[in-house]
């Protein structure tokens, strides 16, 4: 396990990282359509579209491990 200071050191990086990614990102006034099968985005800042992808990535990340954990603390197993 980590120590405490360790993780905060961890945490501060990785948070640096995301930020500078998300001002890298927030920057890119190029707008673009989206489509899926039947669907079409209206016209968005590709910054928006990017964004919307990543919260959807983590949101989906966050449905396996939880079904991983519920499925692992079955009894009998």
């Not at 961890?10 to 990614?21: D, P, Q, R, T």
């Not at 890119?28 to 959807?56: C, M, V």
């Amino acid at each position: 396990m980590l120590s405490r200071v360790a993780r905060l050191v961890w945490f501060a990086v990785v948070s640096l990282i995301a930020g500078s990614i998300l001002l890298l990102i927030l920057q890119n006034p190029q707008s673009s359509r989206f489509h899926f099968l039947f669907w079409e985005t209206p016209e968005l800042p590709f910054s928006i579209l990017l964004i919307l992808a990543f919260g959807l990535g983590i949101f989906v990340m966050m449905l396996c491990l939880v079904g991983y954990k519920l499925f692992r603390l079955k009894p009998g197993r």
